[in-house]
Each structure stands twice: as structure tokens, then as C-alpha cells.
């Protein structure tokens, strides 16, 4: 039977929220309704860790939504908040503009992988956070019966089901589309001796690639993990350093999906995420070694074959 909790026998997840003020993030609360869940705090950004620390028992997901907050502010409350929620497992979703992505890596440091970033969100981007969040939280005793643990699956998958139904709903009311990004194992064969290669020649191919959507429209030609790797091997053969910013202008997606590449990609060993040592609040991403020795080897099997670099 179909329940205000999204089916039947579903848990209510808690959530935190913490906003600008105490009457904002209508699109968060809006999404956390539709997935069922329930707001039990609602607090104002520069209460969020004090409130978040004084919790009893605190096991709700965590929500920061940081429209309207000043760049100071900002960033101590992600710096404060992402350290709890690291030392308790909370889990937790930030939703930021394109202006604040560079001081919020920096502010998460290594808590950046166990948290779900959004950038500039859509209603289906929160209620798709917000629902794998809730999802990764079922929890109860670690311990279950195997009829406990088909129930849960059983019950997980009919969630899975009735979030996916209603993402597709959205994305063909706005008109949008997209993939699915498989997980891989990352592999680095031995290739011909390191051929020449000018940071213009790779700016080139992505020159090249943007200029495609000019002719045939945005959107078909995403490939956001290349467009980012090219992007950082040119800046390497440039000797400069690129924000985590103008990385996810880079890979032309949108920022939210562009944040998640980055962290595939550093999860694959392939980026290394670093603050910078001047300016507490913005942080770089570079090539590793590994990365830029596959790249250069890449390269090297493109002249060997005599074929070009797209």
C-alpha cells in the first residue's frame, strides 16, 4: 500500500537542513517530500555545526544549501560541518553555485569524496541526491535475518524503481537527456617511446570539440572525463595550474555532473585534488604522474599508427 513515506513500510529519513536563513531552500525541501523523507531541523548556515553537534543521537542526512551565503561563510560552515560529518558517517549533500565550487573543495579537503556535491541544481539533481543519500542510510542492526535482508533489498529496489521513473518524468519535461557512466578499472599498457606534443595542439582538439556543438546543437557530443583530461595535460605541458572551477567549465556539461566526473576520475588514480597553499578557499586539480605518463604514452601510439589526437 502506497504511503505519504513513498511505499509501504518505508522508513522516514530525517533530514537536517541548513540554509541561508531559516526560511530558504524551498527546492530542497520540496525534493525531500517527494522522496518521502522529513526536514526535523531546519537551521540557518552559521548555526549548522553547533546544531549538528548538539544532536542526541545524530543519524539524519545532512543538507547544506549555500544560495546567498557569503563566501566567508560559506566556506567555514562546509569546513566545520564536513569534519562532523566525517567523524560521525554522517551523510550529507552540499548544493553550491558555479562561484563557490573552487572554496568548498577546498573547505571539505578529504571529506570531499563522502560528500554528494550540487552544483546550480535542478529539482531532478536534488531529488536524486537526496534520494541516493536516504538510500545509503537504511540502516538498523547489522545484523538481519535473510528474510530481513530480501524485504530491505525488496523494498530498496522498489524505491530505486519509483526515483528513476520519476527522474525520466523531468528530464523529458525540460527537455534533457544523459547516460550513465559505468564504473572502470583503470589500466595503463606499455605503449611507444613518448612522442612531442605542444600544449597549442591540444588546446587545438579541444577547440575542435567545441566547435562541434556549433553546428549540431549541445548536448550529443558530451564526453566530460576527456574533455577534462585533455584539459589538464595541456595545462601540465603549459606549467599552469587549474582550479576545480575551470575544470568543470571545461568538461562543457553541467557543473553538478562535471563534480562528479572529477571524483571518478580521482577515485581512478587519473587527478589529484590539492588546496592552494596562498588562498585557503580555492583548491587545483592536476594530472598524476600515472595519468600524465598514460597520456604522453597515448600520444606516442597516436604518431606510431599516424593517427591524430581527437
Known amino acids: 500500500m502506497a504511503t505519504s513515506f513513498g511505499h509501504a513500510g518505508a522508513r522516514t529519513t530525517p533530514f537536517v537542513l541548513a540554509t541561508m536563513d531559516a526560511v530558504g531552500g524551498a527546492a530542497a525541501q520540496d525534493a525531500i517530500a517527494l522522496i518521502g523523507g522529513q526536514v526535523t531541523a531546519h537551521v540557518a548556515l552559521e548555526e549548522a555545526a553547533a546544531a549538528l553537534a548538539a544532536l542526541p543521537d545524530p543519524a539524519p542526512v545532512v543538507v547544506l544549501d549555500l544560495e546567498g551565503a557569503p563566501d566567508e561563510l560559506a566556506h567555514d560552515t562546509v ?123 591540444v588546446r587545438d582538439v579541444l577547440r575542435a570539440r567545441r566547435l562541434r556543438d556549433r553546428f549540431f546543437g549541445d548536448g550529443l557530443f558530451e564526453d566530460p572525463a576527456w574533455d577534462m583530461l585533455l584539459d589538464l595535460f595541456a595545462a601540465r605541458l603549459e606549467g599552469a595550474r587549474v582550479s576545480v572551477s575551470s575544470l568543470c567549465i571545461a568538461a562543457a556539461v553541467a557543473p553538478t555532473t562535471a563534480l562528479r566526473w572529477i571524483g571518478k576520475l580521482t577515485a581512478a588514480r587519473l587527478l589529484d585534488r590539492a588546496p592552494d597553499p596562498d588562498d585557503r578557499r580555492r583548491a587545483f586539480v592536476a594530472l598524476t604522474a600515472e595519468a600524465e605518463g598514460a597520456m604522453h604514452r597515448y600520444v606516442a601510439a597516436l604518431a606510431d599508427a599516424r593517427l591524430p589526437l581527437v
Open 79 to 201: 569546513a566545520s560541518v564536513g569534519t562532523l560529518a566525517q567523524a560521525h558517517a554522517w551523510r550529507s549533500v552540499v548544493a553550491m553555485s558555479v562561484a563557490q565550487i573552487d572554496f568548498v573543495i577546498a573547505a571539505l579537503g578529504d571529506a570531499v569524496d563522502d560528500v554528494q556535491l550540487l552544483c546550480a541544481p535542478d529539482q531532478a539533481d536534488w531529488i536524486g541526491a537526496l534520494a541516493v543519500a536516504a538510500a545509503r542510510g537504511d540502516g538498523g542492526s547489522a545484523v538481519r535475518s535473510s528474510d530481513e535482508e530480501r524485504e530491505r533489498f525488496a523494498r530498496l529496489n522498489a524505491e530505486v524503481a519509483r526515483i528513476a521513473d520519476m527522474l525520466a518524468r523531468f528530464g523529458e519535461r525540460e527537455g534533457g537527456g544523459g547516460g550513465r557512466a559505468e564504473d572502470r578499472r583503470t589500466t595503463f599498457a606499455p605503449s611507444p617511446a613518448a612522442a612531442d606534443i605542444t600544449a597549442g595542439t
